[in-house]
């Protein structure tokens, strides 16, 4: 009884099964490992809870009215990856400020020791540990307000500075 022939003359076996089930199981494994399946999260509480044990998953939030995408992507090296994007920019932002960020995302490498403390409210306790464009243009928009302090100030600072050095030793 190694294989019935059907009317088409297709041959069914057993080995043909088994080769067909591991195919599929292969399939859905490679397809969790490299993220092609994660959970979808409505809410913070879901997202919190698959980022407390890196667990793939995505999250949609909108915070100051703009709208972020999280990823997490699992773990690797004792790190809990993440992907952080701002998605849309809030109605009425400036062209400058969308060409600045909208789109942009940037990959985040969290030790697991780190992740129990890590909310998507509380994003600069991560931040060290993140790279890509929407950290660099964060950070573009910190020195651009820095830079714009300074020199609106620099007329107090030069006066300061003169006080002092007419002030002598």
């Known amino acids: 009884m190694k294989g019935e022939e059907n009317r088409s003359g297709f041959r069914f076996t057993w080995a043909m099964v088994l080769i067909i089930a591991t195919v599929i199981l292969l399939t859905v494994f490679f ?30 939030k909108v915070h100051n009215y703009n709208y972020y995408t999280y990823t997490i992507k699992g773990a690797s090296k004792g790190e809990c990856r993440l992907n952080i994007k701002l998605a849309k920019m809030a109605a ?19 030790p697991m020791t780190e992740v129990e403390g890590a909310t998507t409210e509380q994003i600069n306790t991560i931040l060290k540990y993140c790279t890509g464009p929407l950290k660099e243009a964060m950070y573009e928009q ?4 820095l830079y714009t302090i300074v020199v609106g100030n620099l007329g107090e600072i030069i006066g300061s500075i003169e006080d002092t050095l007419n002030k002598g030793p």
């Open 142 to 145: 910190i020195i651009e307000k």
């Open 92 to 110: 009425g932002t400036s062209p400058d400020k969308i060409e600045l960020f909208e789109g942009k995302d940037m990959e985040c490498r969290i």
């Open 31 to 60: 397809a969790y490992y490299f993220g092609l399946v994660k959970k979808n999260c409505d809410t913070e509480e879901c997202f919190q809870e698959e980022l407390q044990k890196c667990g793939m998953s995505t999250y949609s």
